[in-house]
């Protein structure tokens, strides 16, 4: 089964002037069972309505979502225990602990304070659970968003951003406990607009541009479609060895002191066979791997709509 499907969704929001504004345009999506799946796409791309749609809080324009099969529209009701999310900075309350606050939505949905105290070790705030909320840092509060998300034990999450304004050091630990729960069988849907923060944390990825989808599959295949890897070469005569690799067909783009390569028409062995036969002996030739940030902008190349 299919945890997320998308078909056709369009959302375009009007003004009071009746300026038209297309958030999604015709977006499909297909999520499987397990793991961690990233929504990515540069800011006002449409990642927050269409998780937005998912939850049946925006009425879509046309075309449909289904979350555990159910319609986001009319039958999200019969799942909704299943999935767990967190759209934009969820509200606590400020002068009550992390501990307190979760009691609070544990107890309106029948769940034990057991249940808290393990969400709250979970996602690492055991010892500073007692805490006020006010004095959490963003980090800590958007782990506590995350343990309230976890709280009912979802198989679902939707994540909106979870790891926006933190330092690098509090990307790494969402990042860690986002891959845990992703391993643990759930099925994490994840947005982003640091496309090649969160590559190493997902399974499979969609890139959304201008409210569709212009990539969709396994990071591998992703990375593939965006052209392939490119071979770095650091040798003395930078210059000399450019005119030898052009020679025998090898385009190379010079690039600070060394040469890059591209690998889409050649190989390692062809490039240091050529430079050899000048006399030319690169000290480094090592490869270079495209990220999903290089894989966007080659797919966007010459898309100047936005
Ligand atoms: N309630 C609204 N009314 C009017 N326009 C909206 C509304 N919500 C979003 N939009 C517009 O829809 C487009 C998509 O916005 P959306 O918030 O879905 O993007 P996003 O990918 O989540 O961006 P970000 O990375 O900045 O969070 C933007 O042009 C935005 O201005
Ligand atoms: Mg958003």
Known sequence: MRVIEVEQLRKEYRSLTGRKTVAVAGLDLSVPEGGVFGFLGPNGSGKTTTIRCLLGLVRPSAGRSRV??????????????????????????????????????????????ERVDAVLERVGLGDRGRDPFRAYSLGMKQRLGLAAALLQDPDVLLLDEPANGLDPAGIVEIRELIRSLGEEGRTVFVSSHLLGEVQQM?????????????????????????????????????????????????????????????????????????????????????????DLETVFLRLTEGDTSG
Do not use: M
């Open 68 to 113: 555990l099969g159910a319609d986001s529209q009319r039958h999200l009701g019969s799942v909704i225990s299943r999935v767990g999310a967190i759209v934009e900075t969820p509200a606590f309350y400020p002068n009550c602990s992390g501990r307190r606050n979760l009691g609070f939505l544990a107890s309106l949905r029948g769940i034990s304070d």
């Open 202 to 290: 997902c399974d499979r990825v969609a890139i959304l541009n201008h409210g569709q989808c212009i990539a969709q599959g396994t990071v591998d295949e992703v990375l593939a479609s965006g052209g392939a890897a490119q071979l770095v070469v650091r040798v003395d005569e930078p210059e000399r060895a450019r005119e030898v690799l052009e020679r025998a067909g090898i385009p190379a783009t010079p690039e600070q002191e060394h040469l890059v390569v591209d690998l889409s028409g050649t190989d390692g062995a062809r490039v240091s066979r050529a430079l050899a036969e000048a006399g030319l002996y690169p000290h480094e030739l090592s490869p270079r791997q495209v």
